[in-house]
């Protein structure tokens, strides 16, 4: 995903703490099979969520995930 707002977005809609963990495995393991510029992408993605006023992805969750 280029656009890191819309994800938010999403991530907000979904309002499913419980499965941020689980979320964040599958992009992760997908992103295995990705070019490194994909994989420098999530990385961004998923530090732009944790560090959004809206905490949408905690620390503890990014680390079990």
Known sequence: ???????????????????????VSLWVTDS???KNIERDRLTKLLVSLCKSRNHLLSQRQLING
């Open 1 to 23: 995903a280029n656009d890191e707002e819309e994800v938010a977005s999403c991530v907000k809609e979904l309002n499913a703490p419980n499965f941020y963990p689980t979320m």
């Open 32 to 34: 295995f099979e990705r």
